[in-house]
């Protein structure tokens, strides 16, 4: 089987066709890959979100005219910082946070650690998608729920999250993709996955094979978790009526 | 009879330093129980921020809002979200939420007051009744047309047993029919619940459809204030005037002595003016007119010359007066 697929390949002009075949082939490679390539961003998304949802809450509620002003200086800094992480392109953000990172976890490589710079990066953005989508919301909803006697508290749960809640997943659909985008990046500083396969055996050995194969499975990922997100988007929607 | 609402020397200003604006200035009016009271104005008159004073969704610079005799302003953050509980709200714009089915939206209220799931369903279910909406449990708002998404939000707006029910522009946004209805449905609701209405409308045939008192509101400030048949029949203020006969505001020669008429419904109005020239063979002309017939009966106002001697003026004022359901005064 293997044999004749890399003697197919040859024919076909690959290099190291046997080489590579077998690293695709072997149960241990490629599903490990997917599952290094999804489980750092996954938990990154989770980190982002515990840090980017109350911040997103906050840019909305806590302006001059939200429904719990704050500080003005405080905004502004939240703001600043925000731009600030958001303008380090992620590669040069990750080298920076390796110090963090082996503050937390004792070390700076490997899958888990990307987590650490992955959670930096993304945890503004998603603040950002978060501010967007709660901005969608209708003003007049809002003062209408003040006018029954709601709290900031209960206007935030009862009304601005469930209100946005097609446009929340839509965005968080959107960090998730951008997340798994860095998670790939990372892997070329001492992450694993699919990213780290493509760089280090596609692009550095020149193994085309298995730079196409893990740039598709990739693809497909980024797919299936767009799909999802979209479905999920649409059938929470009561704003669309669905026949 | 204490008034329920009764707002005192309210002004308010949005902005600051050029680009100020007085919204309100120096606004006082009373509100009493049962009543349904109409606050009509030009757009930018201050209309919803008066109104939005009286919940508080707006903060005076100025002034007392008192509810129940109970000074609103003064209130902490949470005794003024219980008080709100009692002062309900209805929006042009209807204000639903989207991602609620509408049981569900009328029992947001009850859901704040913390009324079990249970009580608060049954209840929803009732005032759907009660607003004509029965089969619209599991709707959505974007399923229902305007009129149907009001009725919803009335029902969600009585939900929290209300004493004073706040409507801004609530029928702007529907048409003539459909205003009809739901003005019918706020008549009921006052009169069935005794819950006093506050009106806002920029629309005459709002308040004349309902309301028992008005207040005309210009730049923001009260320019009359009254019984609805009183202020329409011979409106005092320049404000009032442009309202009540928008063809009558135009501007006239100064000096050229004027009467105006007043026709509440007793009278026809084209023989009374004939008769006029015919008894008295005295020369008016009709400068204005905003007169409907109804059954050939006159509802409106009309505005003639007069002749410039004083003699004259009263025989022809004293003539028209003689008329039952006519009102004559120079103006
Ligand atoms: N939030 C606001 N900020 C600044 N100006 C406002 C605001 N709300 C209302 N105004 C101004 O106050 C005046 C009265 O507005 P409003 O009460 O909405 O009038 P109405 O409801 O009678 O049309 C207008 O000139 C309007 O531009
Ligand atoms: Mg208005």
């Not at chain 2, 048409?175 to 506050?198: F, V």
Request: proline share 5%.
């Amino acid at each position: 089987m293997t044999e004749k697929i890399a003697a197919l390949l040859e024919s076909w002009g690959v290099n190291k066709a046997l080489e590579q075949v077998e690293f695709l082939l072997d149960p241990a490679n490629i599903p490990f890959a997917i599952w290094e390539t999804l489980y750092a961003p996954l938990l990154a998304a989770v980190f982002a979100y515990l840090i980017g949802l109350p911040l997103g809450i906050l840019l909305v509620t806590g302006e001059e005219n939200g429904i719990r002003p704050m500080p003005k200086n405080l905004m502004r800094v939240l703001n600043t910082l925000i731009n600030l992480l958001r303008s380090i392109p992620f590669l040069i953000l990750m080298v920076m946070v390796f110090p963090l990172s082996r503050l937390i976890l004792g070390t700076s490589i490997g899958t888990t650690a990307t987590i650490i710079p992955l959670t930096v990066a993304a945890a503004p953005y998603v603040a950002r998608l978060v501010e967007a989508s709660l901005r969608e919301i209708d003003r007049g909803v809002v003062e209408a729920a003040q006018s029954m006697g709601c709290s900031t508290w209960q206007i935030v749960t009862k009304v601005m999250l469930p209100e946005c809640k097609p446009s929340l997943i839509s965005g968080a659909t959107n960090a998730a993709i951008t997340i798994l985008g860095y998670g790939a990046m990372a892997g070329s500083i001492g992450g694993g996955g699919l990213g780290a396969i493509a760089l280090m055996r596609g692009h550095g050995r020149g193994q085309t094979v298995v730079l196409y194969v893990a740039v598709i499975l990739l693809v497909i990922l980024v797919q299936i978790i767009q799909t999802v997100g979209t479905r999920l988007c649409v059938k929470t929607d009561k704003r669309i009526t669905h026949k | 009879m204490e008034p329920i609402i009764e707002l005192k020397n309210l002004t308010k200003t949005f902005g600051a330093g050029g680009g100020q604006v007085s919204a309100l200035r120096d606004v006082s009016l009373a509100v009493y129980p049962g009543e349904i009271f109409g606050i009509i104005g030009l757009s930018g008159a201050g209309k919803s921020t008066l109104v939005r004073c009286v919940n508080l969704l707006e903060h005076p610079n100025q002034g007392a809002v008192l509810f129940h005799g109970r000074d609103l302003t003064g209130l902490k953050e949470k005794e003024l979200r219980m008080q709100r509980r009692k002062i309900s709200m209805i929006f042009q714009s209807f204000n639903l939420l989207e991602q609620r089915n509408c049981l569900d939206n009328i029992c947001f209220p009850m859901e704040l007051a913390g009324i079990p799931r249970k009580e608060a369903k049954q209840r929803a279910m009732e005032l759907l009744e009660t607003v004509g909406l029965p089969d619209k449990a599991a709707a959505y708002p974007v399923q229902l047309s305007g009129g149907q998404k009001q009725r919803v939000a009335i029902a969600r707006a009585l939900a929290s047993d209300p004493e004073v029910l706040l409507c801004d522009e609530a029928t702007s946004a529907l048409d003539p029919k459909t205003t009809d209805a739901i003005l019918k449905l706020l008549q009921t609701i006052n009169r069935e619940r005794g819950i006093t209405i506050i009106i806002i409308t920029h629309q005459m045939s709002v308040i004349e459809q309902i309301c028992n008192r008005v207040a005309i509101l210009d730049a923001g400030q009260v320019a009359e204030i009254g019984a609805v048949e009183e202020v329409f029949r011979n409106p005092k203020s320049p404000a009032g005037r442009r309202l009540v006969s928008p063809s009558m505001a135009l501007p006239l020669a100064e000096d050229m002595p004027l009467a105006r008429i007043a026709f509440n419904g007793n009278a026809s109005a084209d023989p009374i003016i004939a008769s006029l020239v015919m008894d008295l063979g005295m020369k008016v002309s009709i400068m204005g007119a905003d007169t409907r017939n109804v059954d050939g009966k006159a509802f409106g106002t009309m505005l003639i010359s007069l002749p410039e001697e004083a003699e004259k003026k009263k025989t022809i004022l004293d003539y028209l007066n003689a008329f039952a359901g006519v009102t004559a005064e120079e103006v």
